[in-house]
């Protein structure tokens, strides 16, 4: 069993191929894409989840992220989305929009009736068009590895980021309805056996040797590959902790062997090769309900453990929280005066872990989501859940939703900012950018691709271009 461990610092990586391999892509469409379009390029998009600029000092340290980031443009100092979390992250990537513009404000629906909220897994939640969805309008065949909010996407080869979120279902049929089932089957029976749930490494071990056998099988035209072993690891025991070096190790190997497969089944003159993060972590040391506050001012009623009544709801976001208004409900004027004057009063009190209040049109602006009513940024050490029972508790003692690192902070904090490098086709070699946005990372990847993405928040970085 292949456990993605193998030494890969005497490998040759070498971003620009051999001649030998020159006519290998187009062999290959000849036999396995006769509806493609001849003239196109690769574009593979490779995402660290939770690696941010702070990573880049040790990475730049190992063998084959050290070989990308040299013959790279760069950015060592990316401002990830509000709330920086994973699926609004990832959608502004591949929409080059901010979440208010494209829809995923969140990973989680609002249900606050359900134990646990359905996430925001399906393509029909991003507003207006995609990278993928041009790029596939033009004739690209696309492939995506867990790539957040692709489910029920046009995609050819989709393994998208959805679970059995409910008793009564099985994670193959959800998969099975949501992704390519062929595709989805074939990999299960290759590698289903790396698989142990949502566990690290092993889901990282399972999406990589599908992303490399897909690779030198179909060899697809554009790929999104979104690994989360750094973030998983970042949760369960802390920012810096040694676990998180040893993730990094395991990319390093995985992006070394990403480019040996690359470079065997094409030409690199003709390939761009994206490696980038999503967002940063914060350690922390306790959570804070809002919803018991809420429930104990009489804006939010529950009876045997579960909400059945609410003015006004807290949804979390991890470092941050929205508060929302029930729209059935319409509370009155003098509800939200009383809630504007409990929050002021809470902010003063260190035990609700408040550090900023900002109104929906504050959120807008940010980039947020402009239809709640307040939207709170947690104090350092403090995140958020959605609980009602009690009003705070020191990590060590939570049972559900523990974490000792977590992400959903304002990303201008300081550190807390993620990176993008792109080498190979299009790109100039050596540039770097001193600040960039997340939302400019679509943008810019679009005219590469002479795609439209219509109308977007973020800007071309032309000098990252040819």
């Known amino acids: 069993m292949h456990?993605?461990?193998?030494?890969?610092?005497?490998?040759?990586?070498?971003?620009?191929?051999?001649?030998?391999?020159?006519?290998?892509?187009?062999?290959?469409?000849?036999?396995?894409?006769?509806?493609?379009?001849?003239?196109?390029?690769?574009?593979?998009?490779?995402?660290?989840?939770?690696?941010?600029?702070?990573?880049?000092?040790?990475?730049?340290?190992?063998?084959?992220?050290?070989?990308?980031?040299?013959?790279?443009?760069?950015?060592?100092?990316?401002?990830?989305?509000?709330?920086?979390?994973?699926?609004?992250?990832?959608?502004?990537?591949?929409?080059?929009?901010?979440?208010?513009?494209?829809?995923v404000i969140n990973n989680t629906l609002i249900q606050?009736?359900?134990?646990?909220?359905?996430?925001?897994?399906?393509?029909?939640?991003?507003?207006g068009t995609t990278l993928y969805d041009e790029a596939i309008k033009k004739g690209y065949r696309v492939a995506a590895l867990l790539w957040p909010v692709t489910a029920k996407s046009k995609i050819h080869y989709n393994l998208?980021?959805?679970?059995?979120?409910?008793?009564?279902?099985?994670?193959?049929?959800?998969?099975?309805?949501n992704g390519t089932v062929s595709y989805e089957f074939a990999l299960l029976k290759k590698f289903g056996h790396l698989r142990d749930g949502v566990r690290q490494p092993a889901l990282d071990n399972f999406v990589h040797e599908s992303a490399l056998y897909t690779i030198r099988k179909y060899n697809p035209d554009m790929m999104l590959i979104h690994y989360t072993d750094v973030d998983t690891n970042r949760h369960i025991y802390g920012v810096n902790h040694k676990k998180v070096t040893e993730a990094l190790k395991r990319h390093d190997d995985r992006l070394?062997?990403?480019?040996?497969a690359l470079e065997e089944t094409g030409d690199m003159e003709e390939t761009t090769f994206v490696v980038l993060g999503d967002h940063y972590q914060m350690d922390v040391e306790r959570v804070v309900y809002l919803n018991?506050?809420?429930?104990?001012?009489?804006f939010l009623h529950t009876k045997e453990g579960k909400i059945t009544d609410y003015q006004f709801l807290a949804k979390n976001c991890d470092g941050s929280c929205y508060i929302y208004a029930n729209k059935e409900k319409q509370p009155d004027k003098e509800a939200y005066k009383k809630l504007t004057t409990l929050l002021e009063k809470c902010k003063a009190d260190k035990v609700y872990g408040i550090e900023k209040i900002f109104t929906g049109k504050d959120a807008g602006e940010l980039g947020a989501d402009d239809s709640c009513v307040f939207f709170i940024e947690?104090?350092?050490?403090?995140?958020?859940?959605?609980?009602?029972?009690?009003?705070?508790?020191?990590?060590?003692?939570?049972?559900?939703?523990?974490?000792?690192?977590?992400?959903?902070?304002?990303p201008q904090k300081e550190g807390y900012q993620t990176f993008f490098m792109a080498s190979g086709y299009g790109i100039k070699e050596g540039v770097s950018i001193p600040k960039m946005y997340l939302w400019d990372e679509g943008v810019t990847l679009s005219k590469l691709l002479q795609v439209d993405l219509g109308e977007v928040d973020g800007r071309v970085i032309e000098e990252m271009l040819q």
């Open 256 to 260: 070394g062997d990403i480019l040996e």
């Open 292 to 298: 018991c506050m809420l429930r104990e001012n009489g």
């Open 160 to 177: 998208p980021e959805v679970l059995a979120n409910r008793p009564w279902q099985n994670q193959i049929i959800v998969s099975a309805l």
């Open 112 to 127: 606050p009736k359900r134990p646990k909220p359905d996430w925001m897994w399906q393509r029909k939640y991003v507003k």
């Open 378 to 410: 947690a104090s350092k050490g403090v995140y958020f859940l959605d609980e009602f029972e009690y009003l705070s508790l020191s990590v060590n003692d939570i049972k559900k939703g523990k974490m000792r690192g977590t992400h959903g902070y304002l």
């Open 3 to 103: 456990q993605n461990n193998k030494v890969t610092n005497n490998k040759k990586i070498d971003l620009k191929n051999s001649s030998n391999n020159n006519n290998n892509r187009n062999k290959k469409s000849n036999s396995n894409k006769s509806n493609k379009i001849t003239e196109n390029h690769r574009l593979i998009i490779v995402s660290l989840d939770a690696v941010g600029q702070r990573d880049l000092a040790f990475l730049k340290t190992l063998p084959n992220f050290k070989k990308i980031y040299e013959k790279s443009a760069v950015c060592e100092n990316v401002e990830s989305v509000y709330p920086s979390i994973t699926y609004p992250a990832h959608t502004s990537i591949i929409t080059g929009k901010k979440p208010i513009h494209h829809g």
